[in-house]
């Protein structure tokens, strides 16, 4: 029961600083935008958080296998907490939007180590038997955290405004911080010596580079993921097309985080066998298929079904994914692991950003979605290509059996 009770409240710390994250995008988005107009701050800020992610996340892998995870948790969330604190003031003596800009990518290098330490963290607090269980439970929070986050930013900003806003978020941190604290079992075991270890950044690398299976899921990843961007800036010229407005938006971000919930609750049941990368074939296909609908359904209501269903794939696709990459990875280097899939996801956002600011209005609007479930669709097929047939089939291997609580 104490593996249990510690995945809560590493559960509940996630929660807490993610959906505190959430409001704090949202506000800060809402008043670089009223403060200029202009929809190239409001991108800057989201490519500055990503590509901060994507360049120091393997740094941050090494820092986690190499020093104490809870203490670098803890580290983590105290310094991102005083940036947003910081942030806080600058917004609210209407500083430059370069220096928001600037503070929010300082947050994103504070804020880098937390994920992979936590990821790899839970192999270390429950047993293998509970993994699944583990990794269903937190997605759950990272879905509930999508539904809430931005809605709570979005009333916090309109309400008492963003500088508000962005200390509330600060004062999330401290939470999390408690949590992590309070949590009894060890964050991992790592050998002497390791601080000395040489190359350590590119090991996470090399690991994935060795295992055909670890190769299968992040590849994939990277090439799925690069159709997020077209989603995210279709969104809002979609729910304007539709007439639905910023309500519209915010139903279809809310559908997308209850479909996750709804995954991931079920996921558990699903991933007690051996089909951990089928079940991540299963929920990619299912985000694809979901894009696909929304290209050519006609109404809110139809649309708002299909992004359920695609968040109902992420919710199994993201739990799968973790526990095979858990049971895979030896303790001594799946901080750096969980870093090299952290970072080769965000390069991957960083690169769909990109594309779809310059593509969107050029293609269109719905064709915007075509072009992110074909890209899902091409992750599917590729992690079916890398993982060959006996791989959809993937029994935890020897070597991460000691590593289990």
Known sequence: MGGRRDARRLALARFISMAGSGAASIALAAELWFRTGNAVWVAAAALSTSLVAGLLTPFAGALVDRSDRRRVMIASDSLAGAV??????????????????????????????????????????VSDEDLPWANALIAQVGGISIMLGPVIGGALAGGIGAPAALAVNAVSFAGSLWLVTSIRGSFGERPC????????????????????????????????FIGVGFVIAANPALADLLGAGA??????????????????????????????????????????????????????????????????????????????????????????????????????FAISLIAAGALVERVGI??????????FMLGTLLMVVLARPRGLRSPAPPVAAADGA
């Open 84 to 125: 947003f604190c910081a942030l806080a003031v600058a917004v609210y003596l209407e500083a430059p939007p370069l220096l928001l800009v600037l503070l929010a990518g300082t947050a994103a290098v504070c804020e880098t180590p937390f994920i992979p330490a936590s990821r790899a963290a839970v192999p270390n607090l």
């Open 193 to 224: 010596g390791m601080a000395r270890e040489r190359g350590a950044v590119r090991e996470g690398f090399r690991f994935v580079a060795s295992d055909r299976l670890l190769r299968a899921v992040i590849a994939s990843g990277f090439v799925a």
């Open 247 to 348: 309500m519209g938006l915010g139903l279809m971000s809310a559908c997308w985080g209850v479909g996750v919930v709804v995954g991931a609750r079920i996921s558990p049941a699903l991933l007690r066998g051996d089909r951990l990368v089928s079940w991540a074939v299963a929920g990619f296909a299912l985000q694809g298929a979901a894009h696909l609908l929304v290209w050519r359904l006609p109404d809110l209501a139809s649309i708002l079904v299909a992004v359920a269903i695609g968040g109902l794939g992420g919710g199994i696709a993201d739990p799968a994914r973790q526990t095979l990459i858990q049971r895979r990875s030896p303790d001594a280097v799946r901080g750096r692991v969980f870093a090299t899939m952290e970072a080769v996801g965000w390069t991957s």
């Open 366 to 375: 719905r064709p915007s979605y075509l072009i992110s479930g074909t890209l």
